[in-house]
């Protein structure tokens, strides 16, 4: 059976500033996919990562399909009402467009789809950041895609040992999707040199060389390309299918141990550490730190199992307090240097003015000239 899976998210309000949804609106949510949803979707997740809900949906009606896109972007509208009745912090933040337009793609909300035939078992992660952008997920893929240090299958499993082809996005071209395909081992280092630039290139997704399937899509938004200014961080959903021809879960989830810098954090302007948390999750220092949830699933018939939360689990707490000691130590040196992030990545934001009133101010020396205060 082909089925499709769908994770829609988007911060439309939070508690006491950027940390977490209430009650009330995730239950609005929940409310509204299951009114909304009773004739279109076979089944659904709602969870909260930070202050972004998350909707996974399954169904029959393929990648960007209108009328399930049309669900999330009318249950986002119907939550931000909630929202507002409560006097939530950025009621709607997310929603930057007034009126729909046959997706949600370029809208605010963040999106990841996959379309596949179902295998006869068929297990599948749903990871959701906060704090962070697409980017935050360039390492994690190539770790478990591209790399047997942190991959074993790729050399213990001939299916997987085959490789991947990696669709990365140029993300700064608004003109349309700007994308190449390159194929892990050849073209590691062509690979390799766009991932590092994780503000620039993005992984968009993934597919198995073996047989085309395909593994993981990540959403691509980078909001202040839709608003032409800072309105919040792009939090990130991503979807990865895993074991039989794709790396195991554990594979997956091993470079999340890195707790690697990330953009985000504080206003959206600084690096941190990706702290993986249990679901449902809030913020709280400086905004932070940068959070990504994961939720593991089995689908069948497009029925979901209830999830799996492998970062709740004992072995996440020492990675935890390893990520909060590589927060702290970047913390310590404020705005300066590889702590905040580079111009031009806060260029929608005050201080583009800041910088503009001090222009004229500025004055050329020539020769040995001595300039009179
Ligand atoms: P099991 O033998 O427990 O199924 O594990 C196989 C596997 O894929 C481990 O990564
Ligand atoms: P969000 O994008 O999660 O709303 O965070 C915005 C922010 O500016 C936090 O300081
Ligand atoms: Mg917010
Ligand atoms: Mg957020």
Excluded at 21 to 49: C, F, H, M, W
Excluded at 313 to 328: F, G, L, M
Aim: aromatic share 10%; hydrophobic share 40%; charged share 25%.
């Amino acid at each position: 059976m082909k089925i499709t899976l769908s994770v829609i998210k988007a911060d439309i309000g939070s508690i006491g500033g950027h940390i977490r949804p209430s009650a009330q609106l995730v239950e609005e949510v929940r409310s509204k996919v299951r009114d909304l949803g009773k004739n279109l979707l076979i089944d659904s997740y709602i969870g909260y990562t930070g202050d972004d809900i998350a909707i996974l949906m399954t169904h029959t009606g393929g990648v960007l399909n209108e009328k399930v896109h049309k669900l999330a972007w009318d249950t986002f509208l119907a939550g931000t009402e909630v929202a507002k009745a409560q006097g939530l912090y950025g009621a709607g933040q997310d929603l930057l467009k007034d009126s729909f337009s046959g997706n949600v793609k370029g809208m605010g909300p963040a999106v990841a789809e996959i379309s596949f035939e179902e295998r006869p078992n068929e297990p599948f992660l749903l990871f959701a950041a906060d704090k962070t952008d697409p980017g935050a997920y360039n390492l994690p893929c190539y770790l478990a895609f591209a790399d047997p240090m942190f991959s074993a299958g790729l050399i213990l499993s001939p299916k997987i040992g085959t490789g991947f082809t990696f669709r990365i996005m140029d993300v700064e071209n608004t003109e349309g999707d700007r994308v190449i395909d390159l194929s892990a081992p050849e073209d590691l280092y062509d690979i390799a040199a766009l991932l590092r630039d994780q503000e620039r290139f993005v992984v968009e997704s993934i597919r198995s060389r073996a047989t085309g399937e395909i593994a993981v899509s990540v959403s691509t938004t980078r909001l202040h390309n839709i608003a032409g200014k800072y309105t919040g961080k792009d939090d990130p959903v991503m979807l990865v299918r895993v074991q039989g021809n794709f790396p195991a879960t554990g594979e997956v989830l091993a470079p999340f141990t890195i707790g690697h810098y990330v953009a985000g954090f504080m206003r959206g302007s600084h690096h941190g550490a990706l702290m993986p948390v249990p679901r449902n999750t809030g913020t709280s220092f400086f905004d932070g730190p940068p959070i990504v949830s994961c939720l593991a699933f089995c689908v069948k018939n497009g029925k979901l199992t209830e999830p799996a939360d492998p970062f709740d689990h004992p072995y996440w707490e020492y990675v935890r307090t390893k990520v909060s000691a590589k927060s702290e130590d970047l913390r310590r040196q404020g705005f300066f240097g590889p702590a905040m992030l580079p111009y031009s990545e806060l260029e929608y934001g005050g201080i583009v003015e800041r910088l503009k009133k001090m222009d004229s101010k500025f004055k050329v020396l020539s020769g040995k000239e001595e300039v009179k205060a």
